[in-house]
């Protein structure tokens, strides 16, 4: 339980904070991480999450409904982070690009960290074991996957509140709270587990939840990596890197 809590905080507190050394992040290196992160958290969603849900003695049916609410539960939660959780950073003066077909509104600091947290939250719920899914249910490899995808949302957040706060130090409290919703997250879900507050049903609906949550970011990952759906084969590569990381964290580890 404390090393997990320990990377949910640490993970996106440190990536934020790289913004005081790393100016700007909009390069091939950075989207290069983004296609492996998104990759390597569809693939282990597909490959373990998903058919451990489809083990359990719950209904499938009703597996595959909280799976697709989370998808779109993500879809609205992104109306109001404008992607900051698949690592899109958008500031308002210097993405007026004559190429640059997304129309993106500005929302304000609180509401942005609330959508956020949310998302964040939900995901170190993830981490909380009922005892139904049994001792097949790798909790490292998800771990792993919501790290590679919380850390380039961190940096994402303190470089859009940078610029809309103007100032990187009044940016900082919203990163901690950011940081600090996962872990309470799992603390949360852990509790009402314990006590029997939530069944172990009612946490498999989270999982199916949360892994409709990580479908939609992780497809959406990349399918950005592509504007214009133009072939890359560096990005391609990545992407494959990550698919197949997931698989062997699966089937070989």
Do not use: W
Request: proline share 4%; aromatic share 10%; glycine share 6%.
């Amino acid at each position: 339980m404390t090393v997990k809590l320990l990377v949910l905080f640490l993970t996106p507190l440190l990536s934020g904070l790289l913004v005081y050394f790393v100016p700007n992040a909009r390069n091939s290196n950075f989207r290069l991480l983004l296609v492996f992160a998104g990759s390597y958290l569809f693939g282990i969603t597909v490959t373990h999450i998903l058919p451990e849900l489809y083990h359990q003695s719950v209904g499938a049916e009703l597996i595959g409904l909280f799976v697709l609410a989370g998808f779109f539960l993500q879809q609205v939660l992104e109306y109001f982070t404008n992607g900051i959780e698949h690592g899109h950073i958008h500031t308002h003066s210097s993405d007026h690009h004559p190429h640059h077909s997304h129309h993106h509104r500005q929302v304000s600091a609180i509401v942005l960290l609330a959508a956020l947290c949310l998302h964040a939250f939900l995901e170190g719920g993830m981490l909380a074991q009922p005892l139904q899914m049994g001792p097949h249910y790798d909790m490292n490899a998800i771990l792993l996957g919501i790290a590679l995808h919380r850390a380039p949302a961190a940096f994402a957040l303190m470089t859009v509140l940078a610029f809309q706060l103007g100032s990187k130090r009044q940016a900082i409290p919203y990163l901690i709270s950011f940081s600090i919703a996962a872990p309470l997250g799992l603390l949360i879900s852990s509790y009402l587990a314990e006590t029997e507050i939530l069944s172990g049903n009612a946490l498999i609906y989270l999982y199916a939840l949360v892994s409709g949550n990580f479908l939609h970011i992780s497809t959406t990952i990349v399918f950005e990596s592509s504007p214009d759906h133009h072939f890359n084969a560096r990005k391609l590569a990545v992407a494959i890197s990550g698919a197949l990381i997931a698989v062997i964290v699966e089937y070989m580890l």
